[in-house]
């Protein structure tokens, strides 16, 4: 499989002076990363002796640390475009605000309907603050949600305020081919399955709109591109729906509050898509938003999903329960010092105080704990993500998500596969004794030994 070039460019972060190759050892024999990799088998093969990692690590050090990510720019004659430097490298963006709603008619020139397609994480959010953007900006543009007939959402969307009475409810190709903006917000699988439908029901010079590349790189996997009369754009929040709708409200009365959001251009017929994305993001509440392209958007993306955003999470914590457990903890206690851990006590010092407050959290054989782990843990999690990313940058996980997606389902004769569930492990049941009895407030306890394996995931990831 050809290298493929990782998106970052910072220097190697590790503790000095490191543990002996014969503490990394002992620490690797009880940590057992594999769980988050299925092919784990063929990178044990690369370890050194030296306990400071293998020659693919020394080699993507060295590499990584020389690539520059390039500056992306783009024009717009509605919004007011600055510059930030950011780690020492320049970005362009655009602030957000509230105050800037009255520009969303010069942003949506020649939009009369924007068809929000499913009500998943992202639906229901974004149609709802696209919605009161308009609103306040006195457009009469129609927010209109596109769902398949029969689906148990078309109830939750009538709550919302979307009725077929008043014309902003309705079906999925309706609603499509009566839209001069739609956005795309159904499934990886679901746009997978149905993008050659999608596609044929847009009107010419429409735009499409998108919160995730995925389906770029689903095409591109077949040697495919989006049609050549449309426009296509995306808007990508950085975080859940849920967020992106209870910070929309917040801000309405806390300035500044909101979920940033990415933006891409990838095919633009006649000019306006840009000012669309840009009008999009900001009508969301974005406070702030910066170009990328849609190929790095669904890259990043997916690799973040498989690593610190959900499944190396997974394997960590599935990991070091048994790790703890093996070596005679209570399982209530073991629970509480990996999973209660991370999603309690560190997620909160992280997004309130950073990363190295973690660290200085701890004293003494704390301390040196933290580093054992740490340093056991950088370079193989570096090594897995790295593989992680060539699956992704190649094409060929997004085909098993796409093949998985497809067994769900009987299709062609052959027999529904569903996917299996991740709570039937010891730990999940473990789990739901240890969480209905903790207390209200309870961040669960600060364990070094965790903290370092989870920081040093965090690290090899960025």
């Not at 020389?66 to 963006?93: C, G, H, N, Q, W």
């Not at 006590?345 to 301390?367: C, H, P, R, W």
Request: aromatic share 10%; glycine share 10%.
């Amino acid at each position: 499989m050809a290298a493929a070039t990782l998106p970052f460019s910072r220097p190697i972060p590790k503790f000095s002076p490191s543990p002996s190759s014969e503490t990394l050892k002992e620490a690797l024999k009880h940590l057992n990363l594999a769980s988050f990799s299925s092919t784990a088998k063929s990178l044990r093969a690369l370890k050194t002796t030296t306990g400071r990692g293998s020659a693919l690590s020394a080699w993507m050090a060295s590499e990584t640390a020389l690539k520059t990510p390039f500056l992306l720019d783009f024009e717009t004659s509605v919004f007011k475009k600055d510059m930030i430097s950011l780690a020492d490298r320049d970005e362009y963006i655009v602030r957000g605000g509230r105050d800037l709603f009255n520009l969303l008619p010069d942003a949506f020139n020649g939009i009369n309907q924007i068809g929000v397609i499913g009500w998943g994480s992202q639906g229901p959010a974004q149609a709802q603050n696209l919605r009161d953007s308009l609103a306040e900006a006195k457009s009469d543009i129609v927010v209109k949600v596109g769902l398949r007939k029969g689906s148990r959402s078309f109830a939750e969307a009538r709550a919302a305020g979307f009725t077929e009475e008043n014309g902003t409810l309705g079906d999925i190709y309706e609603t499509i081919s009566g839209s001069d903006l739609v956005l795309l917000l159904i499934s990886d699988a679901a746009q997978a399955d149905n993008y050659e439908k999608i596609f044929s029901c847009m009107k010419p010079n429409s735009i499409l709109g998108l919160s995730h590349g995925f389906l770029l790189g689903h095409l591109q996997s077949m040697g495919l591109d989006f049609p050549k009369n449309i426009g296509v754009i995306a808007v990508c929040p950085k975080g859940m729906g849920p967020s992106v709708r209870r910070l929309y409200v917040q801000g309405k009365e806390i300035n500044g509050a909101g979920i940033n959001s990415s933006f891409a251009v990838h095919q633009d017929v006649d000019g306006r898509a840009t000012n669309v994305a840009l009008g999009w993001s900001v009508a969301l509440g974005s406070p702030f938003t910066f170009a990328t392209t849609l190929e790095q958007e669904y890259r990043s993306d997916i690799f973040g999903e498989r690593g610190i955003l959900l499944g190396a999470v997974h394997g960590i914590v599935e990991s070091l329960f048994r790790r703890f457990t093996e070596n005679g903890m209570n399982e209530d206690l073991a629970y509480k010092n990996t999973v209660e851990c991370i999603t309690g006590i560190i997620s909160k010092i992280i997004s309130t105080q950073g990363m190295l407050a973690v660290y200085n959290s701890f004293s003494g054989e704390d301390k040196k704990e933290f580093e054992k782990a740490y340093s056991a843990s950088y370079y193989p999690c570096m090594e897995i993500l790295y593989e992680c990313y060539e699956d992704v940058a190649a094409g060929s996980e997004i085909r098993s998500v796409v093949l998985a997606g497809r067994r769900f389902y009987e299709k062609e004769g052959l027999p529904a596969f569903p996917m299996g569930k991740i709570d039937q492990t010891r730990m999940w049941k473990v789990g739901e004794r240890v969480r209905s009895t903790r207390p209200a407030g309870d961040l669960g306890p600060l364990h070094p030994f965790t903290a370092g394996v989870y920081a040093a995931l965090m690290m090899a990831q960025v």
